[in-house]
């Protein structure tokens, strides 16, 4: 059975800092394009930030350039995204996504709030 399953969300300051995790089962994990999504209220889901199978290739939005970065651990079938300089923008359902070819598996999302 296909999981992904976020964690690590909550109630930051402006500021402050989160990482969130990803732990995945029930599938080959070292071959998926990796990817954050957030959804804010109202708003559609946007891209976050992505990283190729291997590590070596990340891809993030010009949004959160410079402040979050997303890591992976294949051994530990894990993607993580830290979060640091966090605004009251970035508050939003922020979920995990693997891709291969024509797979796609989603997480359940976890509630990020950036507020004082």
């Known amino acids: 059975q296909v999981q992904l399953v976020e964690s690590g969300g909550g109630l930051v300051q402006p500021g402050g800092s989160l990482r969130l995790s990803c732990a995945a089962s029930g599938f080959t994990f070292s071959r998926y394009r990796l990817s954050w999504y957030r959804q804010a209220p109202g708003k559609e889901r946007e891209l976050v930030a992505s990283?190729?199978?291997?590590?070596?290739?990340?891809n993030y939005a010009d949004s959160v350039k410079g402040r979050f970065t997303i890591s992976r651990d294949n051994v530990k079938n894990t993607v993580y995204l830290q979060m640091n300089s966090l605004k009251p923008e970035d508050t939003a359902v922020y979920y995990c996504?693997?891709?291969?070819?024509?797979?796609?598996?989603w997480g359940q999302g976890t509630q990020v709030t950036v507020s004082s």
């Open positions: 990283i190729e199978s291997t590590g070596g290739t990340t």
């Open positions: 996504n693997a891709r291969w070819l024509a797979f796609a598996h």
